[in-house]
């Protein structure tokens, strides 16, 4: 009897992104993140990008975690790791293509007639209990609330959490 391949399904990292750089990657103008190597990320993994109202030294500071808008998911292509070409160590360079990820992070598998030695169609993204974007719990898998308090539309405050 022949083995058959073993699927294994990617990790979805959702990461915080200030805003500057979150627009970029959503405009196609950016490819690539560094960050600090402490996930595992693998290639094929979904870096579900999350933009923030604050910057990350905003945050430092004391102010509040507010979510803007929809993420954007991407799928890791390529990793460099430090030490090398002056990244230091514990520190890495994820690349990804310009296209938003075809696995929805609401989706248990990217193989709905399970996994395949040939190439699958996309998968259309879908969502359990919200739009795909929308803030979910990472725990319970329920749909988050939107703050209406909040400043701007569509914002979530860590409060609301």
Not at 23 to 42: E, L, N, P, S
Not at 110 to 129: D, K, L, R
Request: aromatic share 6%; charged share 20%; hydrophobic share 35%.
């Amino acid at each position: 009897m022949e083995d058959s391949p073993t699927y294994i399904a990617p990790t979805v990292h959702e990461l915080k992104s200030d805003a500057d750089l979150f627009d970029d990657v959503q405009a196609g103008r950016m490819t690539c993140q560094i960050r600090f190597d402490d996930r595992g990320y693998k290639v094929g993994d979904i870096l579900m990008l999350r933009k923030t109202r604050h910057t990350a030294a905003e945050m430092k500071e004391g102010a509040p975690l507010l979510y803007v808008g929809p993420a954007v998911a991407r799928t890791i292509s390529h990793i460099l790791r430090g030490p090398i070409y002056g990244l230091v160590e514990g520190w890495a360079i994820l690349s990804f293509d310009t296209r938003e990820s075809t696995l929805s992070p609401r989706a248990a598998s990217p193989f709905p007639e399970g996994p395949s030695t040939t190439s699958p169609a996309p998968v259309e993204p879908t969502s359990t209990g919200g739009p795909v974007g929308a803030a979910f719990d990472l725990e319970s898998d329920a749909p988050l609330p939107q703050c209406s308090e909040a400043p701007g539309n569509g914002e979530t405050c860590e409060s609301c959490q």
